[in-house]
C-alpha cells in the first residue's frame, strides 16, 4: 500500500491519502482521544504522541500536530494509517459523521440560506478539501453566514484570508443578504 502526503496552507497539517476511500459519505473531525471513539482509525492516530486532531474525508486523512517536528511524526502516521487499513477494520465503527445537526436560522431565511449551502457544497467544500479541510453551514444570522471550520482549515493561518476574500466575496455576490462571514 502506498499513502501519498501533501502539505495544507496550515503548516500544523498534512494531509495523507491512502488511496483507498476513508468516508463512503460527510466527514469526521476528531480534536482529542475521547471523541475519536467512535473511530478505530482516528484513536490509533491519537495513541501518537503529539497527534492533536483527525479529520476524515472522502479520501484523505488530515492529522494535525502540536509541536513535535514532522520528520518525527510522518513515519508513525504513515504506519498507523497502513497498518489500520491492513487489518481490515472499519474507519469507523458507528455514525462519526458530523455534517449532521440542525442550523440555526430564521425560517424566513429559508431561499438565502438554501442558497448559501448550495454554493458550499458546489464551490468551496471541494476546493478546500482539496487542502486536506473542510468548511460547513452553523447559521445565518442578520446578514452574518457562520461557518464551521475543520481539519486543515481549523487553526490555519490562512483561514481568516479564505473567509474574508474568497467566500466572504462569493457568497455576497450571489446572495446580496450576506454581508458578512465568521468562523464558529
Not at 128 to 138: H, L
Given at each position: 500500500m502506498f499513502i501519498q502526503t501533501e502539505a495544507t496552507p496550515n503548516p500544523s497539517t498534512l494531509k495523507f491519502i491512502p488511496g483507498k476511500a476513508v468516508l463512503a459519505e460527510g466527514t469526521a473531525d476528531f480534536t482529542d482521544k475521547g471523541e475519536a471513539l467512535a473511530s478505530p482509525l482516528a484513536s490509533r492516530l491519537f495513541d501518537i504522541k503529539g497527534v492533536r486532531g483527525v479529520f476524515l474525508g472522502s479520501d484523505f486523512i488530515s492529522v494535525t500536530k502540536g509541536d513535535e517536528e514532522w520528520q518525527h511524526l510522518k513515519p508513525m502516521i504513515l504506519g498507523a494509517i497502513m497498518e489500520h487499513f491492513m487489518s481490515g477494520a472499519p474507519?469507523?465503527?458507528?455514525?462519526?459523521?458530523?455534517?449532521?445537526?440542525?442550523?440555526?436560522?430564521?425560517?424566513?431565511?429559508?431561499?438565502?440560506?438554501?442558497?448559501?449551502?448550495?454554493?458550499?457544497?458546489?464551490?468551496?467544500?471541494?476546493?478546500?478539501?482539496?487542502?486536506?479541510?473542510?468548511?460547513?453551514?452553523?447559521?445565518?444570522?442578520?446578514?452574518?453566514v457562520y461557518l464551521h471550520m475543520r481539519g486543515a482549515c481549523a487553526g490555519c493561518p490562512s483561514s481568516t484570508a479564505t473567509l474574508r476574500h474568497g467566500i466572504e466575496n462569493l457568497l455576497r455576490h450571489f446572495c446580496p443578504e450576506v454581508q458578512e462571514v465568521q468562523a464558529v
Open positions: 474507519v469507523v465503527a458507528e455514525t462519526a459523521n458530523d455534517d449532521t445537526g440542525t442550523a440555526a436560522y430564521d425560517p424566513e431565511d429559508e431561499a438565502v440560506v438554501a442558497t448559501i449551502k448550495e454554493l458550499l457544497e458546489t464551490r468551496v467544500r471541494p476546493a478546500v478539501a482539496q487542502d486536506g479541510g473542510d468548511i460547513t453551514f452553523s447559521s445565518f444570522r442578520d446578514g452574518v
